[in-house]
């Protein structure tokens, strides 16, 4: 566990179908109130996870700088702002939702626990993670197998994907220095 001396970077994935154009700086906002953000990928529109018949996600990447351990990361901190934003977790796993954030790699740790996986197993199956994670640590080796994720990913199809360059440019003049 990271001391409150230490500081650790990690990577967040952020999305959000509902109002996203709002709900992704509010919650990169409320981020930076718990450390700076260092960096931010470009946003892409994707198609909904769960199936036609809700808008399209706008997903992408931020990487942070914290004192908090994987744990506090996740659960008190990126759930909380969930919360603020009116995330509704009870409506299902494929449901749209106001933001998503999820914890996908903290330091060069690999953690297993039941409700604490990292790196986000999520990584190696979803592009718009995988790729955006590329473009903001292109030398990035998985702290799990070893291996670069630029060999991973690689191969992973980018149908689909649309980025949205003016959001992107927006967000990181607003938030990265």
């Not at 990447?61 to 759930?79: D, H, I, Y």
């Not at 197993?121 to 702290?143: H, Q, T, W």
Request: proline share 10%.
């Amino acid at each position: 566990m990271a001391s409150k001396a230490e500081r650790t970077t990690a990577c967040v994935g952020i999305g959000s179908n509902i109002a996203p154009e709002t709900n992704i700086p509010a919650a990169l906002e409320l981020l930076a109130g718990h450390g700076p953000i260092l960096a931010l990928s470009t946003f892409y529109w994707t198609p909904p996870l769960g199936g036609p018949g809700q808008p399209e996600y706008l997903n992408g990447v931020c990487v942070t700088e914290t004192s908090r351990s994987p744990r506090e990361l996740k659960f008190g901190v990126l759930r909380s702002i969930e919360q603020r934003l009116r995330r509704d977790r009870s409506a299902g796993k494929w449901a749209p939702r106001t933001i998503d954030l999820d914890l996908l790699l903290y330091g060069d740790r690999a953690v297993e626990e039941p409700d604490l996986v990292i790196p986000d197993p999520d990584i190696r199956s979803r592009p718009f993670l995988a790729l955006s994670l590329l473009e903001v640590a292109p030398e990035l080796i998985m702290p799990d197998t070893g291996l670069p994720l630029a060999i991973e990913a690689g191969s992973m199809d980018r149908e689909g994907m649309k980025p949205d360059e003016d959001f992107s440019r927006r967000l990181n003049a607003r938030f990265t220095s």
